[in-house]
């Protein structure tokens, strides 16, 4: 009778340090200054160990490796069957270390071409990641020139205008008018809706208040004033060139205004 039993087990982390206690720790190497080594175990927690307690280490990816004697080598280290470190270089091959005497590590990201792999496929992008690709730019559109398709844009503006004229009193009359002052305040509201990636509609409807003032040679006052509808006007934009990074768009735009305001 066989008997077979599964069971799950954690991923092989790349690093691994053997204290002179006998600890055989496997996991990630944070860092390594000032003879202190900060490692992170598969476990989660982060264990902090002296550079005088450490019997052996063992590294996935190459460092920068500074001694006590202040000697300084670059490569790998690995951990033979009978319990020393061996530090594996592009220059000099391996070599035999102390692991206690190491004061310092630094990862080094070298170009993987200079390591022999020349057909190593770039990886895909990631969330998060730096990229050196151009920025699109997909932003100016609908932003700058013309909103994308099915996108709504609600706009106000506010104008503010005054005229003042005067009168030579050469004729005199009833009510002969020596000044008058025009006042006109303009509540504007468009709606623009982005119909495709090269038309955008747009329909402004505007409310004015104007006020009119007259003064008579006799020091005489009439006003007025009315709230009141203005011209409502709608229009279209095609984007007949694209904006690139060397030249603006360049559109072009019909415009229909209806005659709904009041003649002054």
Not at 85 to 91: D, M, N, P, Q
Not at 177 to 187: G, R
Not at 209 to 231: C, F, K, M, P
Request: charged share 20%; proline share 3%; glycine share 8%.
């Amino acid at each position: 009778m066989l008997f077979f039993s599964l069971a799950a087990t954690d991923p092989v982390q790349a690093d691994a340090i053997y204290t002179k206690s006998g600890d055989i720790l496997s996991g990630q190497l944070i860092s390594f200054q000032d003879g202190l080594c900060l490692f992170k175990t598969r476990y989660g927690v982060p264990v902090s160990v002296q550079a005088h307690d450490l019997a052996g280490l063992s590294t996935d990816e190459r460092h920068r490796i500074t001694f006590a004697n202040g000697d300084i080598a670059s490569g790998r280290l690995l951990h033979t069957p009978d319990g020393s470190t061996v530090l594996e270089s592009g220059s000099f091959g391996r070599a035999e270390v102390a692991s206690d005497s190491i004061t310092a590590m630094t990862r080094l990201f070298d170009d993987k071409k200079r390591d022999g792999a020349e057909n190593v496929k770039a990886a895909e992008p990631r969330i998060g990641d730096d990229s050196s690709q151009q920025a699109p730019l997909d932003f100016l559109a609908g932003s700058t020139v013309l909103l994308a398709p099915g996108k709504l844009e609600l706009e106000w503006a506010l104008q503010y205008k005054q005229a003042r004229t005067s009168h030579s009193l050469m004729n005199v009359g009833y009510f002969q008018m020596s000044a008058q002052n025009s006042t006109q305040l303009e509540w504007a509201t468009t709606l623009r809706a982005g119909l495709n990636h090269d038309v955008e509609a747009w329909l402004s409807l505007p409310l004015t208040h104007t006020g009119i003032e007259q003064v008579s040679t006799n020091e005489y006052v009439r006003s007025t004033s009315q709230w009141a509808l203005g011209d409502i006007s709608a229009g279209l934009q095609y984007q007949w060139l694209r904006e690139t990074a060397q030249w603006p768009a360049v559109s072009l735009t019909m415009t229909l205004s209806a005659p709904t305001g009041k003649k002054r």
